[in-house]
């Protein structure tokens, strides 16, 4: 038997770590509506893009064991705030949902309370988060609204639609369990400003209907990350399906009908597509 020298020993730790996250991943196209969850994001072309599905996700399996580890946290966040008389509802496999725009805006709150601590009468809507030691110190110093607007922004909408004027953020530290709790205010004018915000999305054919964020280039570090940056900078055509077809028309109650023969498709039939796909104008 041939001996493991160090380096080999080190690369074959390195390819089982590798087969495993590969075995582990899942691909698709995104969800059929545009989430409340992410409508607080900056550029506007990158959800623009998500809501027409311009291109397949990929999600490998060390980040499809960082969704398990977040809703085992979630659970035991749950038990946390109950074992101090906290009482919660609609949470973990019972959330509430929330849909706007025809059912094409959606989202599902965490849950929600009622007795926390300070202002035990205040029915709370509950938003459950995990980090890392680095960014749960960054949001300790900063707060949620400055260290994760997007958080922010989809609390806000939250308690717009369950019509609760108090959230309770709460994020759970990965690195040591603790636990970092802030209340937040209903924001009117902000639900209303992201409500349009989606609404401009959603009913635009067109990315170009929305500037592209900091340099417009793709060097900028946020284009660099995004998963629509080579067809926002046109290095490649979009993913053909419905959402990306010029027949494909909106119809409400989160439905798309072809215009060609006024079939209504379903999520699967959008997403495999047809032969006479035509491009979007914008995509010619």
């Known amino acids: 038997m ?78 946390s705030l109950e074992s101090i008389g906290v009482k919660t509802w609609d949470t973990l496999d019972s959330q509430a949902a929330f849909v706007d725009i025809g059912g094409y805006f959606s989202g599902h709150s965490d849950g929600m309370a009622l007795g926390i601590p300070g202002a035990e009468k205040t029915v709370h809507l509950l938003e459950f988060k995990t980090s890392s030691d680095k960014y749960f110190k960054s949001m300790i110093k900063n707060g949620v609204k400055k260290d994760k607007y997007q958080h922010y922004c989809q609390m806000t909408l939250y308690m717009h639609y369950s019509k609760t004027t108090r959230a309770l953020y709460m994020m759970y530290n990965k690195n040591d369990s603790s636990y970092y709790t802030e209340r937040i205010k209903y924001d009117k004018d902000l639900a209303l400003e992201l409500i349009s915000k989606a609404q401009d999305i959603i009913f635009s054919e067109n990315p170009n209907d929305f500037q592209r964020i900091g340099s417009g280039k793709p060097s900028w570090f946020m284009c660099k990350w995004c998963s629509y940056s080579d067809v926002c ?52």
């Open 233 to 284: 900078f046109e290095k490649t055509k979009p993913h053909k399906n419905c959402r990306t077809c010029i027949n494909c028309d909106l119809i409400g109650e989160c439905k798309f009908q072809c215009s060609k023969d006024g079939k209504e498709l379903s999520l699967e039939e959008q997403a495999k597509g047809c032969n006479n796909h035509k491009y979007l104008e914008c995509f010619q």
């Open 2 to 79: 041939v001996a493991l020298t160090k380096r080999n020993e080190r690369l074959s730790k390195t390819r089982i770590a590798d087969m495993i996250d590969k075995a582990g991943t899942t691909t698709g196209l995104p969800r059929g509506y545009l989430g409340m969850s992410q409508i607080g994001g900056e550029c506007m072309r990158s959800l623009w893009y998500y809501f027409r599905w311009a291109s397949e996700g990929t999600i490998d399996g060390r980040l499809n064991r960082l969704f398990q580890v977040g809703h085992k946290a979630e659970a035991d966040m749950i038990e």
